[in-house]
């Protein structure tokens, strides 16, 4: 009887740290599109990663697949140029998707169908049409689709947030966010990018989806998912002879029943900038960069300056954030990357463009 007693235990432990165990394990992704210029971010810090590992780079073009392969010494069997045969022959948990904005809906309903989930650069889409249809594929499979944000991983951003959220900055009422850089060829944005993110179809438009998407973002979960009650946009090329086809200079007006954010998105800084400013009746915080933050509290005579709280480490970039949801570490609901808010995003950044286009202010009511 004795061994039978010792085995039970035994099987009981294993079965108990199985999922933990598992858990532990790298997703397998599978990068698709190489046209988006920040998957070189991504393949930089690959190497480092202990929480994916890529099993395929699908990219049509094979001259710029050819340059990939060179420039970060990857293995050449990684690379296909069909999305279907590749999602069959590698089974991936989740793709991450480099193509053109437009390009998103269809990759994101290939990998639906096989039932893999997928994290896009941002915005999530081009239009309300194609939004609404990747909605429909994530409920339809259950898979996770997930936006990325360079500004999500900003511990600046995280604490401005959290203050809002536990009341700290009273009611915010007034909402400032500045996005932006001198404009995508003037810092030198490859020529596989260039072609689409100045096209007012592959891309959505020009500063006012680049770079309003940010600001929308950060206010839809500030304002904890609302859906605004209007939006008013402006927006003009100031820069024609390199920008013929789309905006450069943006300015987004979205109105709540007691707050109003302003977004501006342009490539006509004279430096780069994503930065946030929160107004309460309790206080203000503005961010500085990734990492730190200005604030000052009713009653207080200055400005507190200092380096924000760090954030929790499955959510501090990406990958650590993609694999933490895939493991059912963390819920991608009402956050910065989510589906659900990023519908509200697209239909901000819908209706700014329907704005500038009109010269009205829309109005705006929640999706069914």
Same mark, same amino acid.
Request: net charge negative; with cysteine; charged share 20%.
């Given at each position: ?140 499979y259950n898979v996770h689709v997930l936006v990325n944000y360079e500004t999500t ?64 973002? !950060?206010? $839809?979960? =500030? ?10 946009? /402006?927006? #003009? %090329?100031? &820069? ?66 200092g380096t924000s709280p760090s954030l929790p480490a499955d959510q501090s970039g ?20 989510? !589906?659900? $808010?990023? =519908? ?10 329907? /704005?500038? #286009? %009109?010269? &009205? ?8």
């Amino acid at each position: 009887m004795t061994p039978v007693k010792l085995r039970l235990p035994l099987a009981l432990l294993f079965l108990a740290f199985a999922p933990v165990l598992r858990a532990q394990q790298p997703i397998r992704v599978a990068i698709v599109g190489l046209v988006h210029g920040h998957v070189k971010g991504f393949l930089r810090d690959l190497p480092k990663s202990t929480d994916a590992q890529l099993v395929a780079i699908v990219e049509p073009d094979t001259a710029l697949a050819a340059n990939y392969e060179k420039q970060f010494s990857l293995d050449h069997s990684l690379f296909h140029t069909d999305l279907e045969e590749t999602l069959n022959s590698t089974h991936p948990d989740a793709v991450l998707v480099y193509t053109t904005i437009l390009d998103h809906r269809r990759v994101i309903e290939s990998a639906a169908r096989h039932h893999i989930s997928s994290m896009v650069e941002k915005p999530l889409a081009t239009t309300m049409p194609d939004t609404l249809a990747i909605r429909d594929a994530a409920k339809r499979y259950n898979v996770h689709v997930l936006v990325n944000y360079e500004t999500t991983w900003y511990s600046s951003n995280a604490e401005a947030l959290s203050l809002a959220a536990n009341g700290k900055l009273g009611d915010v009422r007034k909402v400032v966010v500045h996005d932006g850089h001198k404009g995508p060829k003037e810092i030198g944005v490859g020529p596989e990018w260039l072609p689409w993110l100045t096209d007012p179809v592959r891309n959505g438009a020009g500063a006012l989806f680049d770079f309003g998407c940010y600001g929308a973002d !950060l206010t $839809t979960v =500030l304002m904890h998912g609302e859906t605004p009650i209007s939006v008013t946009a /402006s927006a #003009q %090329t100031d &820069k024609p002879e390199i920008y013929p086809h789309v905006d450069d200079d943006a300015t987004i007006i979205v109105r709540y029943p007691k707050t109003q954010a302003v977004l501006m998105a342009s490539w006509n800084w004279s430096f780069d900038r994503k930065d946030m400013e929160l107004y309460g009746t309790q206080g203000t915080i503005f961010t500085v960069g990734p990492s730190h933050a200005r604030k000052r509290f009713l009653g207080e005579s200055e400005e507190q300056t200092g380096t924000s709280p760090s954030l929790p480490a499955d959510q501090s970039g990406s990958l650590k954030y993609l694999a933490a949801v895939l493991h059912g570490q963390v819920k991608d609901q009402g956050d910065l990357s989510s !589906l659900d $808010t990023n =519908l509200i995003v697209m239909q901000i950044l819908d209706a700014a463009r329907t /704005s500038v #286009q %009109t010269g &009205k202010t829309v109005s705006l009511k929640p999706l069914r």
